[in-house]
């Protein structure tokens, strides 16, 4: 939710994927949109196990990933954060702010670090330990109830987290894969839907930093 990555992170899967059968390509591409925020790894193994059948899974993901990773953190050069993001960040402060993703964490760290976004956070996570692991850690380490702590996410995945937790939901429709949210969401407690950053940020009273666009620009 940091960056716009859905868009290359398909392109880095189809590079990923190079040689396989369109038709198995395809129906990956669906598992995955699907399934935002679910690990790379977790879904390269849907890919090989159930729908190629391979007969060594592990050296086939293992491979694959890597091919995945290449493509994608060079993609992330050129792609800027997500200002509205950024914002919501510097004004609840880094000690109350993490990053829990399905992406590579030493690869999402290096990514942080380059781009000096690192100090907004207290910690940047990401796989291969899962999202329900790396959150339930975070609320008992910092002696939060559920109940205090809010997910801001755009996947499925994010709201199983939440829902298996019983930490309220922020679903941001923006940059989402996930087709069903709205009619799923709609009517359920401790869940807000909103369509952008911006409505979020305007439903807080949080306005936009002059010096950080300027430094942003």
Same mark, same amino acid.
């Given at each position: 939710?940091?960056?716009?990555?859905?868009?290359?992170?398909?392109?880095?899967?189809?590079?990923?994927?190079?040689?396989?059968?369109?038709?198995?390509?395809?129906?990956?591409?669906?598992?995955?949109?699907?399934?935002?925020?679910?690990?790379?790894?977790?879904?390269?193994?849907?890919?090989?196990?159930?729908?190629?059948?391979?007969?060594?899974?592990?050296?086939?993901?293992?491979?694959?990933?890597?091919?995945?990773?290449?493509?994608?953190?060079?993609?992330?050069?050129? +792609?800027?954060?997500?200002?509205?993001?950024?914002?919501?960040?510097?004004?609840?402060?880094?000690?109350?702010?993490?990053?829990?993703?399905?992406?590579?964490?030493?690869?999402?760290?290096?990514?942080?670090?380059?781009?000096?976004?690192?100090?907004?956070?207290?910690?940047?996570?990401?796989?291969?330990?899962?999202?329900?692991?790396?959150?339930?850690?975070?609320?008992?380490?910092?002696?939060?109830?559920?109940?205090?702590? +809010?997910?801001?996410?755009?996947?499925?995945?994010?709201?199983?987290?939440?829902?298996?937790?019983?930490?309220?939901?922020?679903?941001?429709?923006?940059?989402?894969?996930?087709?069903?949210?709205?009619?799923?969401?709609?009517?359920?407690?401790? +869940?807000?839907?909103?369509?952008?950053?911006?409505?979020?940020?305007?439903?807080?009273?949080?306005?936009?930093?002059?010096?950080? +666009?300027?430094?942003?620009?």
């Amino acid at each position: 939710m940091i960056f716009d990555s859905n868009g290359f992170k398909l392109d880095a899967l189809r590079h990923a994927l190079v040689g396989y059968p369109a038709e198995a390509l395809s129906e990956m591409e669906l598992f995955w949109s699907a399934n935002g925020g679910m690990a790379r790894q977790t879904k390269l193994e849907y890919f090989f196990s159930q729908l190629l059948g391979s007969n060594d899974v592990a050296a086939e993901v293992a491979a694959a990933a890597e091919r995945f990773g290449d493509y994608a953190r060079r993609a992330y050069d050129p +792609v800027q954060p997500i200002a509205a993001a950024l914002e919501l960040a510097r004004d609840a402060g880094s000690s109350r702010c993490f990053v829990v993703s399905g992406a590579d964490q030493t690869e999402l760290r290096d990514i942080f670090r380059a781009k000096h976004l690192s100090s907004l956070f207290a910690e940047v996570c990401g796989s291969p330990t899962a999202k329900l692991t790396h959150v339930a850690r975070i609320l008992q380490e910092q002696q939060c109830p559920p109940e205090r702590a +809010v997910l801001i996410g755009d996947g499925a995945g994010d709201f199983d987290v939440c829902r298996r937790l019983g930490v309220p939901f922020i679903y941001l429709h923006e940059y989402s894969e996930w087709l069903a949210a709205k009619p799923t969401l709609r009517g359920l407690p401790d +869940v807000l839907v909103f369509d952008t950053w911006q409505s979020l940020l305007d439903r807080l009273g949080i306005r936009k930093s002059s010096a950080f +666009v300027e430094a942003a620009s």
